[in-house]
Structure formats: structure tokens, C-alpha cells
């Protein structure tokens, strides 16, 4: 059983250009979360979602950053106009049911120039 | 605000002592997870303990849970240089509706000497 996959794993983009970050959950997990981790700190929090549906969104900025979970495909979190303080490492979870052991992709590294 | 405090902040240990770190936590939760990570890699889950659990065992690691307290303790017994990483708790709040999210720690970093 193939774990959580994320891709890419290192992201370099310029100032303003978009950043797209795709997790694939573990085979039959349908719950996926996004956290960002900043150098020497812990992981926030960034959203949670289950098919087609946003659950909460709380740890999102309120702009440039969006996410996903289609029916059929990857989550996709997706970031427009990226600054330098979007560098970080982002990292998928995803759970079978709620709330559960949530287990880690090898998160995207993301390098904003 | 930070859910999980861990202590300490760094410990480091000679291969074959036991290792404890502890948490501690603000809020009534669901359920309490301990994460490893190594340098520059992804979290690996080590072991969820739920707010009507006390104690759990899995291999060499032990948690615990005192919810009168809002504390938990992870020991590792008979470290190994492999167990070298940094250690997060995590809580999962107990409240309705999207109860789901992960709130972790700053981490404690674990240096076992061969």
C-alpha cells in the first residue's frame, strides 16, 4: 500500500509567479490536510478536506492560496503570486475517518526567489 | 497560539538510556498523536492515544496521557542512534463539527551518542 505522495518535492518559483502543489492520499483515504512547516518551527495547520468539499479552512491566508480535493485526481493546494514568505515546506496528511492517525507525505519544498 | 508545548526543547542521551519527552496541551481534545521526523523529511506517525486512554505501548515507545493534567509523556526505552530526530505531539480538539485538524508543537530534538 503505497503511501501519501506528494509532488513536486522541491519547488523553486520567482516572486508573482504560481506555485501548484499536488498530494495523492493514501489508497482509501478520503480525508486530506495541508500543513506548512517554516524553518525550525512546528507544522500550522493549513485546511481540510474530504471529496469535493472544503471542512475547514481556517489556517489559509485569506488570500493568494486556494485548495482542493476532486472527485477524481490529487488535491491540488495552489498558491498565486508567490512571495518570499510562502517559502517553506508543505506537507499532506491523509486519514481514512475523522478524527484518526493522520500519515505524512515527504511534503514540497518550496523556494520563492 | 501553540496547543502542544513539548520539554524539553533538546535532549541528548547516551545509545541504550531511555529517552522521555513530554507535552503539554491547552484544550480538551479527541486524541493525542506523537510524530518523528528526520532532518529534512516527512513526519512518520508513531502512536495516537484517545482521551479515554491512559497508557498505550508500541515496541520500544511508551505514551502517556493524564488528561487532569493536559499532559502526555513519550518514552523511548533502549535508544538506538536511529531514533536520533525531532519529536512532535499533536492534538486533535474535542469539540463538533470539523474536529479533524492536527495543532502541533515546536518540537523536541532527540540526539542519541552511539
Known amino acids: 500500500n503505497a503511501g501519501v505522495m506528494q509532488n513536486p518535492r522541491h519547488l523553486v518559483r520567482r516572486r508573482g509567479q504560481e506555485a501548484r502543489l499536488r498530494c495523492s492520499p493514501m489508497k482509501g483515504h478520503s480525508h486530506v490536510y495541508w500543513y506548512r512547516q517554516l524553518p525550525e518551527e512546528g507544522l500550522k495547520f493549513m485546511v481540510y478536506l474530504q471529496k469535493e468539499n472544503i471542512i475547514d479552512e481556517s489556517g489559509m491566508p485569506k488570500e493568494r492560496f486556494s485548495a482542493e480535493f476532486p472527485k477524481e485526481g490529487p488535491s491540488i493546494l495552489r498558491i498565486q503570486q508567490v512571495v518570499r514568505g510562502d517559502s517553506a515546506a508543505y506537507f499532506c496528511?491523509?486519514?481514512?475517518?475523522?478524527?484518526?492517525?493522520?500519515?505524512f507525505g515527504p511534503g514540497t519544498r518550496l523556494t520563492v526567489t | 497560539s501553540q496547543q502542544g508545548e513539548e520539554d524539553p526543547q533538546a535532549l541528548s542521551i547516551q545509545e541504550g538510556e531511555n529517552a522521555t519527552m513530554n507535552c503539554s496541551y491547552k484544550?480538551?481534545?479527541?486524541?493525542l498523536q506523537w510524530y518523528r521526523q528526520n532532518s529534512g523529511r516527512g513526519l512518520v506517525h508513531l502512536i495516537l492515544i484517545r482521551s479515554n486512554e491512559r497508557e498505550k505501548h508500541s515496541g520500544r515507545l511508551r505514551v502517556t496521557l493524564d488528561t487532569s493534567k493536559k499532559s502526555s509523556s513519550l518514552l523511548i526505552t533502549a535508544s538506538r542512534a536511529a531514533d536520533t530526530a525531532s519529536y512532535f505531539c499533536a492534538t486533535v480538539p474535542n469539540y463538533t463539527g470539523a474536529n479533524s485538524k492536527l495543532t502541533f508543537g515546536k518540537g523536541i530534538t532527540l540526539s542519541v551518542r552511539p
Open positions: 496528511a491523509s486519514s481514512r475517518t475523522a478524527p484518526d492517525e493522520q500519515y
Open positions: 484544550t480538551s481534545i479527541n486524541n
